[in-house]
């Protein structure tokens, strides 16, 4: 299974914020897309998730067009970003957390909306019954299989980060989508962040979609870049062939230069 772009456009008024975009994202690898800022790569996101729909172009996952689709039935084929319900961290235990997250995408169906539950009766429970297993076993996979009882505020921010996963996890994700999952990480669990998405991918076959702005969190963990600026794609490929690119070095540089040369 493959995500696949083929032409993707965004624009907001006069600004082309996604310049047709196309590649190809195996589901079991961990792809990185990187550059500077407004290079309009939280805009794929968006358009891919189906959060803002493209204004031109395909987006196909396992074949299947997705663009057009509404959030919930792309989360529901696979594609995990966020969760619709605002959990946030509250007087909600980890598992309590971790089991409103095994199926995020159906409140927000038409049978979700008029409080009617996934199933009833006898599917209803085996559904509880399999999220509760599956709590057990995503918490013991992280680490957090002594926090499930401790209320989600009470978190450090590491654990917060990994109840995030956990919850992304809970949600039986084919592909993760993470918007710069270092930002808010203590550099010190930074290499613990690289080995999570690093094991998902190669024990799970679980492969992620990563923007961020710590290259060498992505350099270290990525098995393919690709890199936008201004909307446009100028290049793709292994991290070391990345990193030796005169034209991303550019772009990185430009900015650097432009941020050096500041009041
Ligand atoms: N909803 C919107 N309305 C108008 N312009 C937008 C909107 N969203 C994004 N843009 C513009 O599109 C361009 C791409 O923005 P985008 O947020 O996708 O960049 P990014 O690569 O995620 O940047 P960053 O690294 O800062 O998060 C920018 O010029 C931005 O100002
Ligand atoms: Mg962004």
């Known amino acids: 299974m493959e995500l696949v772009l083929d032409g993707v456009r965004k624009v907001f008024g006069g600004v082309v914020a996604v310049a047709d975009v196309s590649a190809v994202i195996p589901q079991d690898q961990v792809t990185a897309l990187i550059g500077p800022n407004g290079a309009g790569k939280t805009t794929l996101f968006n ?21 057009g689709l509404p959030p919930w039935r792309v989360a529901e084929l696979g594609l995990i970003r966020t ?33 009617l539950g996934p ?41 917060r980060k990994l109840l995030e996963f956990a919850r992304q996890l809970m949600a039986q994700p084919k592909m993760l989508l993470l918007d710069e999952p270092a930002a808010a990480v203590a550099p010190a ?5 690289s080995q999570l998405v690093r094991r998902l991918c190669d024990e799970r076959g679980l492969g992620s979609l990563i923007i961020d702005h710590n290259l060498s969190f992505l350099m270290q963990i990525a098995d393919e870049v690709h890199v936008l600026d201004q909307g446009v794609l100028i290049a793709s490929g292994p991290p070391e062939a990345i990193a030796a690119d005169p034209e991303v070095m550019r772009v990185y540089l430009g900015e650097q230069a432009a941020e050096g040369a500041g009041p």
Not at 47 to 65: E, K, L, M, N, S
Not at 119 to 130: A, S, T
Request: a negative charge; glycine letters at 14%.
């Open 189 to 193: 669990n930074i290499g613990r962040l």
């Open 119 to 159: 199933g009833f009766g006898r599917k209803g429970r085996k559904l509880e019954r399999d999220a509760e297993i599956r709590t057990g076993e995503i918490a013991a996979e992280l680490g957090l299989e002594d926090l499930l009882d401790v209320r989600t505020d009470e978190l450090s921010a590491g654990d």
């Open 47 to 67: 358009a891919v998730t189906g959060f803002d729909p493209p204004d031109q172009g395909t987006i196909t996952f396992g074949g299947r067009r997705i663009n």
């Open 83 to 115: 969760f619709q319900t605002p959990v946030g961290f509250t007087t909600l235990t980890v598992r309590e957390s971790m089991l409103a997250a095994a199926t995020p995408w159906f409140m927000e169906t038409p049978r979700g909306a008029f409080g």
